[in-house]
């Protein structure tokens, strides 16, 4: 059974730094497509970023271009999201997410909250002073 669980969210001062956590079971995270995303209250989901299965090959979304890296470690089954320099405009729930429809050959991966499967339960993000 594929489980995504998020953590490492909280409250954070503007310029700060989280690291956030996607622990995988039921599947080996170089298997899929790991992707981020982010939904603030009365807006749509946004990609964050996303690590593809070969190579891991790594995506950004403009607001987290320069300040935000995905990594993946195959031993934890884990994905990381470090996320430094936030600002108010970051405040969010952040999401984990699996695309189990790709193989573990493919170099890219989606950006496109539809392009995934599987999905955590979210992790809040708050960066207020």
């Known amino acids: 059974q594929v489980q995504l669980v998020e953590s490492g969210g909280g409250l954070v001062q503007p310029g700060g730094s989280l690291r956030l956590s996607c622990a995988a079971s039921?599947?080996?995270?170089?298997?899929?497509?790991i992707g981020w995303f982010r939904q603030a209250p009365g807006k749509e989901r946004e990609g964050v970023s996303c690590?593809?299965?070969?190579?891991?090959?790594?995506y950004y979304g403009d607001s987290a271009k320069g300040r935000f890296t995905i990594s993946r470690d195959n031993a934890k089954n884990t994905v990381y999201l470090q996320m430094n320099s936030l600002k108010p405009e970051d405040t969010a729930v952040y999401y984990c997410?699996?695309?189990?429809?790709?193989?573990?050959?493919?170099?890219?991966?989606?950006?496109?909250?539809?392009?995934?499967?599987?999905w955590g339960q979210g992790t809040q993000v708050t960066v207020s002073s």
């Open positions: 690590i593809s299965s070969s190579d891991a090959n790594t």
């Open positions: 997410a699996a695309d189990s429809e790709v193989t573990p050959y493919d170099s890219s991966c989606s950006m496109w909250f539809g392009g995934y499967n599987y």
């Open positions: 039921g599947f080996t995270v170089d298997y899929y497509a």
